[in-house]
């Protein structure tokens, strides 16, 4: 009997989708660090950590996609995926999602300089981001966009956010959740024309399954790495080389 015949066939396509969609146990929603800023325990020190730690995951998002765009030799594709820089660097006149972000950064107390020098992103942080960046600039464009399928549990979370942050932290101004309001619409469009393609590139195989349960675990370890800093530097006092001795 040769090695063909001892593979473990694929599952079917609604198996499948209900394996990828069940790593949602693992998304950085259920991370303690989320779960009190959920609660409305967070406070403002720790909302400003999170927000500018995460800018600088915003502004690496158009890097990783453009990456992707430049592996890709499928037009089809390239024409769907582009949006997704666009929504984040903006066209026309039309606000992106980065300075959406910027604004949110301005309504929970920070200065736009304190986010565009990065001079709060933790090392923690930048390296789990840029690990994720080098890995769409690296892989197959086909595994790029595997690990883009965390946003299929995206939309939970902006709408957590969009429903208690103006009862938990009510001195954060409104017009600030933009960008949460603006992500609801494109993380379902974008879950949509992701995981359709996942589906039907990765279904030739068992191995070809696994491997894209894989990506979306290291994408999902990415998500929770970059809690694991904040909860180290805004919840346990235990910042960046803390037990150094200081000048």
Known sequence: MNAEAHERAAWPGV?????????????????????????????????QGWVANRYYYQINIPLKDAALLANCPDRAVRRAWVQRLLDHDGQGGAEGGIEAWLRLGEAVGLARGELEDLRHVLPGVRFAVDAYVDFVRHAPWQEGICASLTELFAPIIHQQRLDGWPEHYPWIDDG???????????????????????????????????RALAIVQFKLDVLWSMLDAMQLAYVLDMPPYFTCAQP
């Open 15 to 47: 198996e499948f989708e209900r394996r990828l969609r069940a790593l949602g146990a693992r998304y950085h929603i259920h991370h303690p660090f989320h779960r009190a800023m959920h609660a409305g325990e967070c406070s403002r020190r720790q909302i």
């Open 176 to 210: 600030g959740l933009d960008y949460f309001r603006k992500r609801l619409g494109e993380a379902r469009r974008d879950v949509d024309h992701g995981l359709d393609f996942t589906l039907r590139h990765f279904s030739s195989s068992h191995a070809a399954q696994q």
